[in-house]
């Protein structure tokens, strides 16, 4: 099955720009979406289809894809942004697919 | 708004089973489908499988098949899970989300199944 690779944790300052990754063959050629679960609250989808955001979610939420890697960025960090991130694909020769999430800590 | 609400935890002992409902408000409950995605203490996300709210269609992930049953039903606009043979390993809070092409928004606020002798 196809696989998503995520970096464990991310750090960053206050106000400073923020980039998780997620890994997986070929994935440019995917639709990826990204998720934001806060402790024990469930996921809210911030980025979907590489880049477009729901309404209600902030601009400095953005998202891209190319080649092997896709990019949650989000810019001008904030302490309530700190949160676990997790990337998800749907394969036509597989399920849906998360990543393995990624802690993003505020410092 | 579109909202989805789950029924409250439940504690079971191994090699029973549990039923998890999720009741839809808030949109045409046929027009999209419904998934179910657990997450095991300090784990990731799991996706469990989908149901078509509009025809019963079902797809469950792999390591789940013949364990799992999801159905729907219109008249409420709620969806169900049922899993059965219960392992400590099921211990997880169990989310029903939304289905849209290929994301899955909004999710349920989760539903605890602790799996415990």
């Known amino acids: 099955s196809y696989v998503l690779t995520q970096p464990p944790s991310v750090s960053v300052a206050p106000g400073q720009t923020a980039r998780i990754t997620c890994g997986g063959n070929?994935?440019?050629?995917?639709?990826v979406h990204w998720y934001q679960q806060k402790p024990g609250q469930a996921p809210v989808l911030v980025v979907y289809?590489?880049?477009d955001r729901p309404s209600g979610i902030p601009e400095r939420f953005s998202g891209s894809n190319s080649g092997n890697t896709a990019t949650l960025t989000i810019s001008r960090v904030e302490a309530g942004d700190e949160a676990d991130y997790y990337c998800?694909?749907?394969?036509?020769?597989?399920?849906?697919?998360f990543g393995g999430g990624t802690q993003l800590t505020v410092l | 708004q579109v909202q989805l609400v789950q029924s409250g935890a439940e504690v079971k002992k191994p090699g029973a089973s549990v039923k998890v409902s999720c009741k839809a408000s808030?949109?045409?409950?046929?027009?999209?489908?419904i998934s179910w995605v657990r997450q095991a203490p300090g784990q990731g996300l799991e996706w469990m499988g989908w149901?078509?709210?509009?025809?019963?269609?079902?797809n469950y992930a792999q390591k789940l098949q013949g364990r799992v049953t999801m159905t729907t039903d219109t008249s409420t606009s709620t969806a169900y899970m049922e899993l059965r043979s219960l392992r400590s390993d099921d211990t997880a809070v169990y989310y029903c989300?939304?289905?849209?092409?290929?994301?899955?928004?909004?999710w349920g606020q989760g539903t605890l199944v602790t799996v415990s002798s």
């Open positions: 989300a939304r289905y849209i092409l290929h994301w899955f928004d909004p």
């Open positions: 808030g949109y045409t409950f046929t027009s999209y489908g």
């Open positions: 149901i078509s709210a509009y025809n019963g269609n079902t």
């Open positions: 070929n994935i440019g050629s995917k639709s």
């Open positions: 289809d590489d880049s």
């Open positions: 998800q694909v749907w394969d036509s020769s597989s399920d849906p697919v």
